[in-house]
């Protein structure tokens, strides 16, 4: 008889980031029509909405629940030092028991945002390490990387790349990142990100308003190596996106607000609490396909987070980017829309402006060249399965007496 392969997904899944819970649809919806014989749990940051949303086993991935909260007395610090000791068995045992663990999407291998390497970087190598140790297949899958200034943090990263068993990237300049690193990527391949396997949301709703414009906003505060001007940086991006938007107000043009993760909502009520008008409203979303609908009824987007950008662009929405790293940039470049990219860190209004005038002007011919690279990254995310397929599940079909 055949034997299920086990399988477990790993990663900051169900925390509250809608990219990362995107990726975890997609990288489901191919292990459902591809293996279905597969049994399949996770090893996430919040296990409650993992179980209550997609209806696997999952176990929360840190044992000390403090894991992201700065550890401010003498028993918090011991607590947190020694999670991370039972962190390492927790997570051997757990890799024990798979055939394959993957690591669905996300920039797992990146300090784009700040990041410190005792926290997802030390969880990321523990599981790779154990991988090996074990025998267990370690996927990385459409992740992403950049280079890394903080050398504990480089150190960590590299090594979880070196020590998986498969690695894909969802853009070039990510392969090239772990390339610089040190490792050997002459057999990695580059693909679209993940989230453009997810269905495209069919809706019968009416359109938005006449104009509609929806603005994803994010809780900038710059990247791993602007601890210092954090605050400056977060303020400037506030500055410049409520100015972009009290224009289009002024203007008569209707505002949506989108967010794509949790940690975003007070720039939401910033922004509602300075622009007070009734052209401009907050969606509440829980998910990828909930943005995409939003985005579908919109006649332009502006925005900031990575996964905002996707689920435009997915809709084939003519899309501006906030970009805040070089992986906005290469994803607004592979869609045809790299001119349309202004940096999140230094909002100028009157280029801005331009850019956007810009951007609608040339709405028709934009929306033909997404449907085109849409259909393409559906193509190229297809060869991404096959390949995964291969590597991952070489003794399908095989007997259970064969395998051993």
Known sequence: ????????????????????DGSLEAVLGYLRAEHPEAVVDALCGGPEVVMARYRIPATRLHWYRGEYRTASGAGAIAAKALGKLVDAV?????????????????????????????GFPYSQFLLCAAGRLFGTRVALVGVGADAIGNRPTRALVRWSARLAAYRSYRDALSREAIRAM?????????????????PTPRTTAP?????LVCVGVMAFHGGDDDRARAEEIHRRYLDGTTRFVRTLVDEGRPV????????DAPVVAAI?????????????????????????????????????????????????????AAKSDALMERM?????????????????????????????????????????????????????????FPTAGKTLQEVR
């Not at 477990?8 to 809608?18: E, P, Y």
């Not at 033909?368 to 590597?391: G, H, I, P, Y």
Request: charged fraction near 20%; proline fraction near 6%.
């Open 1 to 20: 008889m055949k034997t299920a392969p086990r399988v477990g997904v790993f990663g900051l899944l169900g925390s509250g980031n809608l990219g990362n």
């Open 90 to 118: 927790r997570t051997a045992a757990w890799v024990r028991r798979h055939d394959v663990v993957i690591v669905p999407g996300m920039g797992v291998l990146e300090a784009t945002l700040p990041l410190r390497p005792w």
């Open 182 to 198: 040190g490792v050997d990527t002459t057999q990695d391949e580059v693909y679209p990100d993940l989230a453009f396997a997810l």
């Open 207 to 211: 359109p938005g308003p006449p104009g």
């Open 256 to 263: 949506r607000l989108l967010t794509g993760d949790k940690c």
């Open 272 to 324: 509602l609490d300075a622009v007070d008008s009734p052209l401009v409203t907050a969606a509440e979303t829980a998910s990828l396909a909930d943005l995409m609908k939003e985005m579908a009824a919109a006649e332009t987007v502006v925005a900031t987070r990575y996964h905002n950008l996707i689920c435009a662009l997915k809709t084939g929405t003519p899309t501006l980017a906030l970009s805040y």
């Open 336 to 392: 045809g829309l790299g001119a349309y990219c202004h940096p999140a860190r230094q909002i100028d209004a009157g280029q801005l402006l331009a850019q956007f005038r810009s951007l609608e002007k040339r709405s028709a011919e934009l929306r033909r060249t997404l449907a085109e690279r849409n259909l393409a990254a559906a193509r190229q995310l297809q060869d991404q399965f096959t390949a995964l397929t291969a590597a991952l």
